[in-house]
């Protein structure tokens, strides 16, 4: 930048003045048209620190060495010849006048940025991720040691079975009440196992058929007498399954009150086996 005459009046000499380290770059700032807030995006640092070097203003700056660091930054910004600024720093700030530390780090932040923000949307997707599977694994644990528990009570499908056979048969274990699994709605997002027999089992004489029709969403774990057939998970609403296997099935119900049961198109009655709307027990159709 050209020298600016300034008359002075001082004992009658005029004296040529250059304009400060400060003003030089924000003469060049403007005559590349750009305003503070864009200039301080360009190179990493806040609107703050930009007028504060405009203004040769240090004293809330960090080390010498990052404030060195951004006259550099802001000179290559403004096509300024970088030496003739840094040189120009020196002069305003030398070296062996700071007695800052040297490795104390900046405490100013650039101007916050969406692509800034990306990282930490990440981690919080990671997060809740982690959450969700956990709570599955959760809910998986959970009723498999409750299906580990006492024998169920064998329930008749049919009113033609002996109510000896329904007597002498063990109690069914008391569902506890703090079932984590129907205390809030069940998770958003269908998980189902449902496994069939690789090859239909032999006739048995009658075979009946039993339908589960689901009317709210629900967890269930229902397995055939084989092992061959299970059918494991959160049913969605609406769903519907015809159950495959070897009967007598071992079958626990969540949400209980929302779950039709249908033995060769007759309802079954659930209620009797609900307890806070959870029910256990073997069906033998």
């Keep these: 930048m050209n020298a600016v005459t300034a008359k002075q009046e001082n004992e009658g000499e005029t004296r040529l003045t250059v304009p400060g380290m400060g003003e030089r770059l924000r003469s060049a700032r403007m005559a590349c048209n750009l305003d503070m807030a864009k200039l301080a995006a360009r190179i990493h640092l806040t609107a703050d620190v930009v007028d504060a070097l405009e203004h040769d203003d240090y004293s809330e700056m960090p080390a010498r060495v990052f404030v060195r660091g951004y006259v550099r930054n802001y000179a290559r910004a403004v096509n300024l010849p970088v030496g003739s600024v840094l040189a120009q720093f020196n002069r ?23 692509r800034r923000r990306w990282p930490g949307v990440v981690i919080w997707l990671v997060v809740v991720g982690l959450m969700l599977m956990w709570w599955q694994g959760y809910l998986d644990r959970y009723f498999t040691r409750w299906q580990e528990g006492p024998e169920t009570t064998p329930v008749a499908a049919s009113s033609g079975q002996s109510s000896d056979r329904v007597a002498d048969a063990p109690v069914a274990e008391t569902v506890e009440a703090e079932s984590p699994a129907f205390a809030a709605s069940p998770p958003a997002a269908e998980t189902v196992s449902e496994t069939k027999p690789e090859s239909e089992p032999e006739p048995t004489g009658v075979s009946s058929e039993v339908v589960v029709r689901f009317l709210g969403d629900s967890w269930v774990d229902i397995r055939d007498s084989r092992r061959e057939y299970k059918l494991i998970g959160i049913m969605k609403r609406g769903t519907e399954r015809r159950l495959g296997g070897t009967p007598p099935y071992t079958v626990v119900l969540g949400n209980a009150r929302a779950v039709e049961l249908r033995v060769d198109g007759e309802p079954y009655d659930l209620a009797r086996h609900i307890q806070r709307n959870v029910a256990r027990f073997t069906l033998e159709p």
């Design 92 to 114: 305003q700030w030398p070296e062996e006048d700071y007695q800052g530390l040297l490795d104390k780090s900046p405490r100013l932040e650039a101007d916050p940025h969406l």
